[in-house]
């Protein structure tokens, strides 16, 4: 079993740039490929980008690709989201997800899941 808290929302303007950082508890953070996805008001949670869990694989949503990256540390157990040129469209509750044994993409089957971090983009 593994535990996600999800770290570095808050409020910034349209084109700038925002890290979310999620970090998982236990010791066997490589069994796990992870993801981020989010849910816009009013509207169903959606993919964002997912990774394997040598973070040879990478997966994202079409609306995000060329803007946001996601990265790993294994050493660390942590999975983080860089996000550029942000946009109104942006703004989400950003969840972090692990998938046993998986690789990460949006079609996987993610067991647990973080508490969510609030990204807000302002136009």
């Known amino acids: 079993q593994v535990q996600l808290v999800e770290s570095g929302g808050g409020l910034v303007q349209a084109g700038g740039s925002l890290r979310l950082s999620c970090a998982a508890s236990?010791?066997?953070?490589?069994?796990?490929?992870m993801a981020w996805f989010r849910q816009p008001p009013g509207r169903e949670r959606e993919f964002v980008a997912g990774?394997?869990?040598?973070?040879?694989?990478?997966y994202y949503g079409d609306s995000v690709k060329g803007r946001f990256t996601i990265y790993r540390d294994n050493a660390k157990n942590t999975v983080d989201l860089q996000m550029n040129s942000l946009k109104s469209e942006d703004t989400a509750v950003y969840y972090c997800?692990?998938?046993?044994?998986?690789?990460?993409?949006?079609?996987?089957?993610?067991?647990?899941w973080g508490q969510g971090t609030q990204v807000t983009v302002s136009s």
């Open positions: 236990g010791r066997t953070f490589t069994s796990y490929a």
């Open positions: 990774i394997s869990w040598d973070g040879g694989r990478k």
């Open positions: 997800a692990a998938e046993p044994g998986g690789w990460g993409h949006a079609d996987s089957a993610f067991d647990y």
